[in-house]
T-cell receptor
Framework: DAGITQSPRHKVTETGTPVTLRCHQT?????MYWYRQDPGHGLRLIHY???????DKGEVSDGYSVSRSKTEDFLLTLESATSSQTSVYFCAISDTTNTGELFFGEGSRLTVL | AQKITQTQPGMFVQEKEAVTLDCTYDTSDPSYGLFWYKQPSSGEMIFLIYQGSYDQQNATEGRYSLNFQKARKSANLVISASQLGDSAMYFCAMREGATDKLIFGTGTRLQVFP
């Protein structure tokens, strides 16, 4: 299994508070992704990174920011959480060799009250 | 803009029968990859199969095969000899060569009954 961990795995917070989710990998893969999963919407790409300090927006980037200061860590920040950001967040990594498949973390369940 | 469409929210299949899960895609990039993932009720995402846009033959992995029809822009997943453990959500996804975004469809929930 790919070495990818997400923290925290569960978090409950209040509207308006900042939240940071961390994704850590031990595979030295170049690409890292943040998705959110909601019923009826599948997985939607929030942001992704193709190298240290290199990031780009996905389909649903509004309200989210990311940072990647080291190859192994990719942080997703909600500057001011809203109830619409209640979701399950998945981090994924890829090295784009072979098929370029994604390896996923276990997910982080965020509830914004 | 790339797009993935899965039109079947739910599917039922009897154990030991074959089932096809539909996926269509839209891209103007000649280089792309198509993926299928399985998500059981436990929540993890499991990679099943990959098809590259230049691959001449349909991909197969055990009981999984990908029916790739390039002209129709479809990449249907075929599961042969369904098992109870195949009950899960199935997601189709596409990665364009020009970017490295991997975009998912909305998924199909497959239920296998005895």
């Amino acid at each position: 299994d790919a070495g990818i961990t997400q923290s925290p795995r569960h978090k409950v917070t209040e509207t308006g508070t900042p939240v940071t989710l961390r994704c850590h990998q031990t595979e030295n893969h170049r690409y890292m992704y943040w998705y959110r999963q909601d019923p009826g919407h599948g997985l939607r790409l929030i942001h992704y990174s193709y190298g240290v300090k290199d990031t780009d927006k996905g389909e649903v980037s509004d309200g989210y920011s990311v940072s990647r200061s080291k190859t192994e860590d990719f942080l997703l920040t909600l500057e001011s959480a809203t109830s619409s950001q209640t979701s399950v967040y998945f981090c994924a990594i890829s090295d784009t060799t072979n098929t370029g498949e994604l390896f996923f973390g276990e997910g982080s369940r965020l509830t914004v009250l | 803009a790339q797009k993935i469409t899965q039109t079947q929210p739910g599917m039922f299949v009897q154990e030991k029968e074959a089932v096809t899960l539909d996926c269509t895609y839209d891209t103007s990039d000649p280089s792309y990859g198509l993926f299928w993932y399985k998500q059981p009720s436990s929540g993890e995402m499991i990679f099943l199969i990959y098809q590259g846009s230049y691959d001449q033959q349909n991909a197969t992995e055990g009981r999984y095969s990908l029916n790739f029809q390039k002209a129709r822009k479809s990449a249907n997943l075929v599961i042969s000899a369904s098992q109870l453990g195949d009950s899960a959500m199935y997601f189709c996804a596409m990665r364009e060569g020009a970017t490295d975004k991997l975009i998912f469809g909305t998924g199909t929930r497959l239920q296998v009954f005895p």
